[in-house]
Protein backbone atom coordinates (compact mmCIF):
# COMPACT_ATOMS: atom_id res chain seq x y z
CA UNK A 1 0.00 0.00 0.00
CA UNK A 2 1.44 3.11 -1.16
CA UNK A 3 0.63 6.58 0.64
CA UNK A 4 0.02 9.85 -1.58
CA UNK A 5 0.87 13.28 0.09
CA UNK A 6 -1.70 15.57 -0.57
CA UNK A 7 -1.70 18.27 1.97
CA UNK A 8 -3.86 20.35 0.29
CA UNK A 9 -7.64 21.29 1.72
CA UNK A 10 -9.37 22.84 -1.01
CA UNK A 11 -12.20 20.34 -1.94
CA UNK A 12 -11.76 20.80 -5.82
CA UNK A 13 -8.20 19.62 -5.52
CA UNK A 14 -9.05 16.79 -3.24
CA UNK A 15 -11.63 15.48 -5.69
CA UNK A 16 -9.57 15.69 -8.84
CA UNK A 17 -6.33 14.20 -6.66
CA UNK A 18 -8.45 11.08 -5.48
CA UNK A 19 -9.51 10.55 -9.66
CA UNK A 20 -6.21 11.49 -10.95
CA UNK A 21 -5.05 8.37 -8.78
CA UNK A 22 -7.73 6.33 -9.72
CA UNK A 23 -7.14 6.44 -13.28
CA UNK A 24 -3.77 7.43 -13.79
CA UNK A 25 -1.46 5.93 -11.71
CA UNK A 26 0.21 2.43 -11.58
CA UNK A 27 -2.75 0.31 -11.64
CA UNK A 28 -0.54 -2.48 -10.52
CA UNK A 29 -0.14 -1.01 -6.84
CA UNK A 30 -2.85 -0.05 -4.65
CA UNK A 31 -2.99 3.65 -2.59
CA UNK A 32 -4.26 5.55 0.62
CA UNK A 33 -4.69 9.31 1.02
CA UNK A 34 -5.47 11.31 4.01
CA UNK A 35 -6.84 14.12 3.65
CA UNK A 36 -9.36 16.98 4.90
CA UNK A 37 -11.13 19.95 3.30
CA UNK A 38 -11.69 23.60 4.43
CA UNK A 39 -15.74 24.06 4.75
CA UNK A 40 -17.13 22.35 2.15
CA UNK A 41 -20.12 20.43 1.54
CA UNK A 42 -19.30 17.43 -1.02
CA UNK A 43 -22.28 16.35 -2.63
CA UNK A 44 -23.42 12.68 -3.80
CA UNK A 45 -23.12 11.71 -7.64
CA UNK A 46 -26.72 11.17 -8.18
CA UNK A 47 -28.17 14.13 -5.73
CA UNK A 48 -29.92 17.07 -6.49
CA UNK A 49 -27.97 20.05 -5.09
CA UNK A 50 -30.69 22.41 -4.45
CA UNK A 51 -32.07 19.92 -2.53
CA UNK A 52 -29.63 19.15 -0.02
CA UNK A 53 -27.86 22.83 1.14
CA UNK A 54 -28.78 25.03 2.66
CA UNK A 55 -28.48 27.70 -0.07
CA UNK A 56 -28.61 31.16 2.09
CA UNK A 57 -26.40 30.20 5.03
CA UNK A 58 -23.93 28.18 2.74
CA UNK A 59 -23.37 31.61 0.42
CA UNK A 60 -22.80 33.65 3.83
CA UNK A 61 -20.44 31.18 5.28
CA UNK A 62 -18.56 31.12 2.16
CA UNK A 63 -18.51 27.13 2.05
CA UNK A 64 -17.34 25.80 -0.86
CA UNK A 65 -20.22 23.30 -2.62
CA UNK A 66 -18.55 20.16 -4.71
CA UNK A 67 -20.02 17.12 -6.19
CA UNK A 68 -18.05 13.93 -6.26
CA UNK A 69 -17.79 10.73 -8.21
CA UNK A 70 -19.53 8.71 -5.65
CA UNK A 71 -22.76 7.99 -5.00
CA UNK A 72 -24.29 8.42 -1.32
CA UNK A 73 -25.20 11.47 0.92
CA UNK A 74 -23.90 14.95 0.93
CA UNK A 75 -21.58 15.76 3.92
CA UNK A 76 -20.16 18.53 5.78
CA UNK A 77 -16.30 18.69 5.82
CA UNK A 78 -14.15 21.04 7.95
CA UNK A 79 -11.21 20.94 9.79
CA UNK A 80 -12.27 19.65 12.04
CA UNK A 81 -13.04 16.31 10.17
CA UNK A 82 -10.63 13.99 8.62
CA UNK A 83 -10.99 12.12 4.70
CA UNK A 84 -9.54 8.76 4.31
CA UNK A 85 -9.31 7.39 0.43
CA UNK A 86 -8.77 3.89 -0.58
CA UNK A 87 -8.07 3.15 -4.36
CA UNK A 88 -7.70 -0.63 -5.47
CA UNK A 89 -8.32 -3.19 -7.71
CA UNK A 90 -11.01 -4.78 -7.33
CA UNK A 91 -13.76 -6.57 -9.62
CA UNK A 92 -17.18 -5.11 -9.65
CA UNK A 93 -19.01 -7.75 -7.74
CA UNK A 94 -17.11 -6.39 -4.27
CA UNK A 95 -17.76 -2.81 -4.56
CA UNK A 96 -20.43 -3.29 -1.79
CA UNK A 97 -17.68 -4.59 0.72
CA UNK A 98 -17.70 -1.31 2.80
CA UNK A 99 -16.75 -3.13 5.58
CA UNK A 100 -13.95 -4.18 4.54
CA UNK A 101 -12.45 -0.82 4.31
CA UNK A 102 -13.81 0.15 8.06
CA UNK A 103 -11.96 -1.73 9.93
CA UNK A 104 -8.66 -0.05 10.09
CA UNK A 105 -10.74 2.97 12.03
CA UNK A 106 -12.57 1.08 14.33
CA UNK A 107 -9.00 -0.32 15.15
CA UNK A 108 -7.42 2.92 15.69
CA UNK A 109 -10.40 3.83 17.95
CA UNK A 110 -9.81 0.76 19.85
CA UNK A 111 -6.45 1.31 20.62
CA UNK A 112 -7.61 4.62 21.83
CA UNK A 113 -10.04 3.54 24.21
CA UNK A 114 -12.98 3.54 21.65
CA UNK A 115 -15.46 1.01 20.89
CA UNK A 116 -16.86 2.01 17.23
CA UNK A 117 -19.29 -0.27 14.93
CA UNK A 118 -19.86 -0.60 11.31
CA UNK A 119 -23.63 0.04 11.04
CA UNK A 120 -26.63 -0.01 8.14
CA UNK A 121 -24.85 -0.05 4.79
CA UNK A 122 -22.12 2.56 5.06
CA UNK A 123 -21.64 4.06 8.66
CA UNK A 124 -19.24 3.87 11.26
CA UNK A 125 -20.77 4.60 15.02
CA UNK A 126 -20.10 5.18 18.33
CA UNK A 127 -22.90 4.41 21.54
CA UNK A 128 -25.36 4.28 17.95
CA UNK A 129 -24.07 7.89 16.23
CA UNK A 130 -22.77 8.32 13.04
CA UNK A 131 -19.11 9.56 12.91
CA UNK A 132 -18.23 8.00 9.79
CA UNK A 133 -20.28 7.83 6.45
CA UNK A 134 -18.60 5.93 3.24
CA UNK A 135 -18.87 5.96 -0.66
CA UNK A 136 -17.36 3.49 -3.10
CA UNK A 137 -17.00 4.82 -6.93
CA UNK A 138 -15.65 1.86 -9.70
CA UNK A 139 -13.46 1.92 -12.76
CA UNK A 140 -11.61 0.04 -15.01
CA UNK A 141 -11.39 -2.69 -11.97
CA UNK A 142 -10.52 -0.13 -10.08
CA UNK A 143 -11.92 0.73 -6.47
CA UNK A 144 -12.13 4.43 -5.07
CA UNK A 145 -13.58 3.71 -1.60
CA UNK A 146 -13.65 7.05 0.46
CA UNK A 147 -15.02 8.09 4.21
CA UNK A 148 -15.39 11.11 6.42
CA UNK A 149 -14.65 10.74 10.28
CA UNK A 150 -16.00 13.56 12.43
CA UNK A 151 -13.06 14.17 15.04
CA UNK A 152 -13.90 17.71 16.25
CA UNK A 153 -16.30 19.68 13.83
CA UNK A 154 -18.44 22.29 14.47
CA UNK A 155 -21.92 19.68 14.23
CA UNK A 156 -24.11 22.83 14.52
CA UNK A 157 -22.49 23.91 10.95
CA UNK A 158 -23.15 20.44 9.93
CA UNK A 159 -26.68 20.55 11.15
CA UNK A 160 -27.32 24.28 9.59
CA UNK A 161 -25.31 23.62 5.78
CA UNK A 162 -27.62 20.63 5.49
CA UNK A 163 -30.59 21.94 6.57
CA UNK A 164 -33.09 21.89 3.50
CA UNK A 165 -36.97 22.32 3.77
CA UNK A 166 -38.11 18.91 2.58
CA UNK A 167 -41.46 19.78 2.70
CA UNK A 168 -41.07 22.76 -0.66
CA UNK A 169 -38.48 20.13 -2.46
CA UNK A 170 -39.69 17.06 -4.08
CA UNK A 171 -36.14 15.80 -5.81
CA UNK A 172 -35.76 12.73 -8.01
CA UNK A 173 -32.43 12.33 -6.57
CA UNK A 174 -31.33 10.61 -3.82
CA UNK A 175 -32.17 11.70 -0.67
CA UNK A 176 -29.75 12.18 2.05
CA UNK A 177 -30.39 10.27 4.99
CA UNK A 178 -29.89 12.57 8.50
CA UNK A 179 -28.15 10.51 11.42
CA UNK A 180 -27.66 11.57 14.76
CA UNK A 181 -24.04 12.45 14.79
CA UNK A 182 -21.53 12.46 17.29
CA UNK A 183 -17.61 13.40 17.18
CA UNK A 184 -14.85 11.26 18.15
CA UNK A 185 -13.17 13.61 21.09
CA UNK A 186 -15.46 13.87 23.22
CA UNK A 187 -15.01 9.64 23.49
CA UNK A 188 -11.82 10.03 24.10
CA UNK A 189 -10.56 9.46 27.51
CA UNK A 190 -7.18 11.43 26.89
CA UNK A 191 -7.85 13.71 24.35
CA UNK A 192 -5.39 14.26 21.66
CA UNK A 193 -5.17 16.62 18.72
CA UNK A 194 -6.59 15.68 14.99
CA UNK A 195 -2.56 15.60 13.54
CA UNK A 196 -2.20 12.88 16.52
CA UNK A 197 -5.37 11.14 15.54
CA UNK A 198 -3.82 11.10 12.35
CA UNK A 199 -1.04 9.41 12.82
CA UNK A 200 -2.93 6.99 14.91
CA UNK A 201 -4.80 6.22 11.80
CA UNK A 202 -2.14 5.70 9.80
CA UNK A 203 -0.68 3.00 11.54
CA UNK A 204 -3.74 0.78 10.69
CA UNK A 205 -4.06 1.88 7.42
CA UNK A 206 -0.52 1.19 6.83
CA UNK A 207 -0.30 -2.05 9.15
CA UNK A 208 3.57 -3.41 7.69
CA UNK A 209 5.14 0.03 8.20
CA UNK A 210 4.93 3.51 6.88
CA UNK A 211 5.23 1.96 3.32
CA UNK A 212 6.49 4.01 0.40
CA UNK A 213 5.38 7.85 0.00
CA UNK A 214 4.14 9.16 -3.20
CA UNK A 215 4.15 12.48 -4.01
CA UNK A 216 2.78 14.08 -7.35
CA UNK A 217 5.04 15.59 -9.43
CA UNK A 218 4.84 19.51 -11.57
CA UNK A 219 3.74 17.23 -14.76
CA UNK A 220 0.79 15.25 -13.17
CA UNK A 221 -0.38 17.82 -10.73
CA UNK A 222 -1.12 20.12 -14.25
CA UNK A 223 -3.34 17.28 -15.25
CA UNK A 224 -4.59 17.46 -11.42
CA UNK A 225 -5.26 21.16 -12.79
CA UNK A 226 -7.06 20.12 -15.74
CA UNK A 227 -9.39 17.93 -13.81
CA UNK A 228 -10.49 20.85 -11.64
CA UNK A 229 -11.18 23.39 -14.40
CA UNK A 230 -12.86 20.17 -16.71
CA UNK A 231 -15.51 19.43 -13.83
CA UNK A 232 -14.97 20.32 -9.91
CA UNK A 233 -14.90 24.03 -10.48
CA UNK A 234 -17.97 23.87 -12.72
CA UNK A 235 -21.25 24.86 -11.84
CA UNK A 236 -22.59 22.58 -14.62
CA UNK A 237 -20.95 19.36 -12.79
CA UNK A 238 -21.70 20.73 -9.14
CA UNK A 239 -25.37 22.02 -9.30
CA UNK A 240 -26.15 21.23 -13.11
CA UNK A 241 -25.37 17.76 -13.24
CA UNK A 242 -28.51 17.11 -11.02
CA UNK A 243 -31.68 14.95 -11.58
CA UNK A 244 -35.21 16.93 -11.67
CA UNK A 245 -36.19 18.48 -8.51
CA UNK A 246 -39.63 19.85 -8.05
CA UNK A 247 -39.64 23.05 -5.86
CA UNK A 248 -42.33 25.76 -4.21
CA UNK A 249 -41.01 28.52 -2.48
CA UNK A 250 -42.60 31.88 -0.85
CA UNK A 251 -42.71 34.68 1.05
CA UNK A 252 -44.75 37.87 1.63
CA UNK A 253 -43.16 41.14 1.42
CA UNK A 254 -44.67 44.47 1.91
CA UNK A 255 -45.73 44.58 -1.65
CA UNK A 256 -47.87 41.23 -1.47
CA UNK A 257 -47.49 37.58 -1.31
CA UNK A 258 -44.79 35.82 -3.74
CA UNK A 259 -45.14 32.14 -4.29
CA UNK A 260 -43.23 30.37 -6.95
CA UNK A 261 -43.12 26.82 -8.31
CA UNK A 262 -41.27 25.21 -11.17
CA UNK A 263 -38.85 22.63 -11.89
CA UNK A 264 -35.26 22.22 -12.21
CA UNK A 265 -33.70 20.09 -14.50
CA UNK A 266 -29.90 19.65 -15.95
CA UNK A 267 -29.47 22.59 -13.67
CA UNK A 268 -32.10 24.72 -15.86
CA UNK A 269 -35.48 26.66 -14.36
CA UNK A 270 -38.10 24.81 -16.22
CA UNK A 271 -42.28 24.97 -15.91
CA UNK A 272 -41.81 28.36 -13.87
CA UNK A 273 -45.41 29.77 -12.35
CA UNK A 274 -45.82 32.68 -10.00
CA UNK A 275 -48.84 33.37 -8.05
CA UNK A 276 -49.42 35.54 -5.01
CA UNK A 277 -51.37 38.75 -4.14
CA UNK A 278 -49.18 41.53 -5.55
CA UNK A 279 -49.85 44.05 -8.17
CA UNK A 280 -48.40 44.58 -11.70
CA UNK A 281 -49.19 46.04 -14.97
CA UNK A 282 -47.93 42.93 -16.90
CA UNK A 283 -48.44 39.76 -17.46
CA UNK A 284 -46.55 37.82 -14.88
CA UNK A 285 -47.18 34.64 -16.61
CA UNK A 286 -45.43 36.06 -19.64
CA UNK A 287 -42.31 37.03 -17.28
CA UNK A 288 -42.37 33.47 -15.66
CA UNK A 289 -42.36 32.06 -19.40
CA UNK A 290 -38.69 34.68 -19.70
CA UNK A 291 -37.35 32.52 -16.54
CA UNK A 292 -37.79 28.88 -18.35
CA UNK A 293 -34.62 27.97 -19.64
CA UNK A 294 -32.54 29.99 -17.27
CA UNK A 295 -29.52 28.56 -15.11
CA UNK A 296 -30.57 28.38 -11.69
CA UNK A 297 -28.21 30.36 -10.73
CA UNK A 298 -28.51 33.53 -8.63
CA UNK A 299 -25.53 35.61 -10.52
CA UNK A 300 -27.74 34.60 -14.00
CA UNK A 301 -31.10 35.33 -12.97
CA UNK A 302 -29.62 39.02 -10.91
CA UNK A 303 -28.53 39.85 -14.71
CA UNK A 304 -31.84 38.94 -16.24
CA UNK A 305 -33.49 40.73 -13.90
CA UNK A 306 -31.65 44.05 -15.03
CA UNK A 307 -32.33 43.12 -18.33
CA UNK A 308 -36.15 43.75 -17.71
CA UNK A 309 -38.97 45.92 -16.42
CA UNK A 310 -38.83 43.78 -12.87
CA UNK A 311 -41.41 46.65 -11.70
CA UNK A 312 -44.29 46.55 -14.28
CA UNK A 313 -44.92 43.39 -12.81
CA UNK A 314 -44.15 43.02 -9.07
CA UNK A 315 -45.40 46.44 -7.71
CA UNK A 316 -43.88 47.02 -4.72
CA UNK A 317 -41.61 44.00 -4.80
CA UNK A 318 -37.75 44.67 -5.05
CA UNK A 319 -35.51 42.22 -7.27
CA UNK A 320 -33.69 41.96 -4.27
CA UNK A 321 -36.92 40.30 -2.93
CA UNK A 322 -37.48 38.24 -5.87
CA UNK A 323 -34.38 36.38 -5.93
CA UNK A 324 -34.42 35.97 -1.86
CA UNK A 325 -37.46 34.22 -2.42
CA UNK A 326 -36.14 32.26 -5.52
CA UNK A 327 -32.97 30.92 -3.53
CA UNK A 328 -33.68 31.23 -0.27
Known amino acids: MIRIINENTDPRINLAVEEYALNYLDPSQDYVILWQNEPAVIIGRNQNTVAEVNAPFIKERGIHVVRRLSGGGAVYHDFGNLNFTFIVTSEKSVVSNFEYFTKPVIQALASLGVKAEFSGRNDITIDGRKFSGNAQY ?23 ALNVRADKIQSKGVKSVRSRVTNILPHLQNPISIAEFKETLLKYLLPNGAGQEYVLDDQEWSLVQELIERRYSQWDWNYGASPECAIEKEERFAGGKLELKFNITDGLIQDMNIFGDFFGEEDVAYFASLLNGKH ?9 LDEVEFEKYFLGITRDEFLRCLFC
Not at 296 to 304: A, K, L, Q
Open 138 to 160: WSKNRLLHHGTILFDSDLSVVQA
Open 296 to 304: YRESVISGF
